[in-house]
């Protein structure tokens, strides 16, 4: 974090290769944010620069209140949710029910121990499972999923990154896991 | 305390954000509503199934476009730049200004209005002008 400041601190006074390794730094972070909320790589690609370009513009406007992560996760929020909303006017049309194959593929990785899971080509399958499930929840919890999941941010980072209560991020998060969980009831046939 | 909470509450323990006391309470519940514990078990798979995600790298040359285009856009004269956001806020500005004109130019001729409806009802007042319009002598009468 500390270093953080001070990099933005140089690049304010003009050391462009300040911003540079800020880019090496965050790229991945930004980028899978992106690719979580979206779901489509070449989308997530496009904000992905667009938020730098943000950055670049606008890291005069940065006073170190927050954490520089709190307000690089706030610009990639509001980024995402400026896309959402001029796509609500283009169809785009993700698939989101998942086929029998990847029922049982889900099930199966499930129901093993984490070690036998690890191998390369079954994560990657299982990451498209993963983001189909992503891809059928509306935008908030899409959102606040990601935050919590698989950024594995605090309650505290995420009230403020996206401007609610701490009440609120208990509520929601909650709310979006019922909503994966009715998703993925095919695990849990007994209920 | 109803299951709908602790279910809540639930959420909230497996993301190590809740209080003392609530856990304690939690653990308790726990131990006598299936339900719930079942609900643990659901929760912890869809944090385990986040936690198998691989993650993915931006498309190729990710830095390499993007410095480009902060050297391009730094080429670039300073109005193209502000032109998006220009012609993004043109109509907001626009309508501000037809407000704030409509509400100038009503206080004006309200405040006309008013003034010559006050002296008519104070004074009977009599202008004597010459031939050419110029005014001679203006008579204040007594008030209405």
Redesign the interface.
């Known amino acids: 974090m500390e270093e953080d400041f001070k990099l933005v601190a140089r690049f304010k006074k003009g050391d462009q290769q300040a911003f540079?390794l800020l880019?090496?730094k965050h790229?991945?972070t930004v980028?899978?944010t992106i690719?979580s909320i979206m779901g489509n790589?070449?989308e997530?690609?496009d904000i992905?620069?667009e938020v730098?370009?943000k950055v670049?513009t606008k890291a005069g406007s940065f006073r170190g209140e927050s954490s520089f992560s709190t307000w690089l996760y706030r610009i990639v929020v509001n980024s995402c949710l400026d896309e959402l909303r001029k796509r609500k006017n283009r169809i785009i049309s993700y698939e989101t029910e998942f086929s029998q194959e990847e029922k049982l593929k889900?099930k199966d990785?499930?129901a093993s121990k984490?070690e036998d899971?690890s191998e390369?080509l079954r994560?990657?399958e299982?990451?498209d499972i993963?983001q189909k499930?992503m891809n059928s929840l509306p935008e908030k919890d899409r959102i606040i999923?990601t935050l919590?999941?698989?950024e594995g941010l605090?309650?505290s980072e995420i009230s403020q990154i996206m401007k609610i209560s701490l009440g609120k991020v208990?509520?929601w998060?909650?709310r979006a896991?019922q909503k994966?969980?009715e998703k993925?009831s095919f695990?849990?046939p007994e209920e | 305390m109803s299951c709908k909470r602790f279910k809540i509450l639930l959420s909230a323990y497996l993301d190590q954000e809740i209080g003392k006391d609530e856990e304690e309470e939690l653990l308790e519940h726990l131990k006598t509503c299936s339900g719930c514990a079942r609900e643990l078990e659901y929760l912890k798979d869809i944090k385990r199934i986040f936690l198998l995600r691989e993650k993915k790298e931006p498309e190729e040359f990710f830095e390499t476009r993007l410095f480009t285009r902060i050297k391009d856009r730094e080429k670039q004269p300073i109005w193209q730049v502000y032109l998006p956001a220009f012609k993004k806020s043109i109509f907001v500005v626009l309508i501000f200004f037809f407000l704030i004109v409509g509400f100038l130019n009503y206080k004006k001729f309200f405040y006309q209005r008013r003034t010559e409806v006050i002296s008519d009802l104070l004074t009977d007042t009599q202008v004597e002008e010459n031939f050419e319009g110029e005014v001679l002598a203006i008579y204040y009468g007594p008030p209405r």
């Open positions: 540079e880019v090496r790229k991945m980028f899978n690719y790589i070449q997530a690609d992905a620069q730098f370009l670049y889900l990785v499930l984490e899971v390369e994560r990657k299982l990451e993963i499930g999923l919590k999941e698989i605090s309650y208990k509520i998060l909650f896991r994966l969980k993925l695990l849990y």
